[in-house]
């Protein structure tokens, strides 16, 4: 799977979680019992901003987890290029 299907997947997590927060229906409280703020509530009140900052979070977690496992050694020094460089640093010495 490509950064982009990477990227897609958590796009659509981040929507649906918002669409769900968005349609809960917030339960009137009892006057005896104090009303304990949830994740939910947070949610909420972080508004768009909050939501595009959620959603950018995920983007870049899974941006990085993508190029964690795709990166090698061999993808960004080649191997020819690094026995140079270690005859050069064995000149230097």
């Given at each position: 799977?490509g950064?982009?299907?990477?990227?897609?997947?958590?796009?659509?997590?981040?929507?649906?979680?918002?669409?769900?927060?968005?349609?809960?229906?917030?339960?009137?409280?009892e006057?005896?019992?104090?009303?304990?703020?949830?994740?939910?509530?947070?949610?909420?009140?972080?508004?768009?901003?909050?939501?595009?900052?959620?959603?950018?979070?995920?983007i870049?977690?899974a941006?990085?987890?993508?190029?964690?496992?795709?990166?090698?050694?061999?993808?960004?020094?080649?191997?020819?290029?690094?026995?140079?460089?270690e005859?050069?640093?064995?000149?230097?010495?």
């Open positions: 799977m950064s982009k299907g990477i990227l897609v997947i958590a796009l659509v997590a981040v929507l649906v979680a918002l669409c769900a927060a968005a349609q809960a229906e917030p339960q009137a409280p006057e005896e019992e104090v009303r304990k703020i949830t994740w939910l509530d947070t949610l909420l009140a972080g508004g768009i901003i909050g939501g595009l900052i959620i959603a950018l979070s995920v870049s977690l941006l990085a987890i993508e190029h964690f496992v795709n990166i090698r050694r061999e993808k960004v020094i080649p191997p020819e290029l690094q026995g140079e460089i005859v050069l640093f064995e000149d230097e010495a």
